[in-house]
Nanobody, 114 residues
Framework: QVQLVESGGGLVQAGGSLRLSCAASGVIFSINAMGWYRQAPGKQRELVATITRDGRTNYAGSVKGRFTISRVNAKTVWLQMNSLNPEDTAVYYC?????????WGQGTQVTVSS
């Protein structure tokens, strides 16, 4: 079992920055990859960025060059978000992949005003 807790969301003006943090607890040695997904109102949840245990990263095209995912330690992942725009407004969810199982945090709201 893995538990995930997100923090760092909030309200920011367009062009601003935020950093999201995800803290994992439980059987963290079994985590293969961690990542961030987001879900805007009326839309499906979509991938934002992922990072594997050995540091390989993957980004959605819409955030490439603006967002950076990093693994601070074995149990903490950051998502640095720069040059935010209103289209980035969503609930952001932390995800951990353990074997064939997926674990999710409860989400943190990010709102970007124009």
């Amino acid at each position: 079992q893995v538990q995930l807790v997100e923090s760092g969301g909030g309200l920011v003006q367009a062009g601003g920055s935020l950093r999201l943090s995800c803290a994992a607890s439980g059987v963290i040695f079994s985590i293969n990859a961690m990542g961030w997904y987001r879900q805007a109102p009326g839309k499906q949840r979509e991938l934002v960025a992922t990072i594997t245990r050995d540091g390989r990263t993957n980004y959605a095209g819409s955030v490439k060059g603006r967002f950076t995912i990093s693994r601070v330690n074995a149990k903490t992942v950051w998502l640095q978000m720069n040059s935010l725009n209103p289209e980035d407004t969503a609930v952001y969810y932390c995800n951990a992949a353990v074997s064939r199982f997926q674990y999710w945090g409860q989400g943190t709201q990010v709102t970007v005003s124009s």
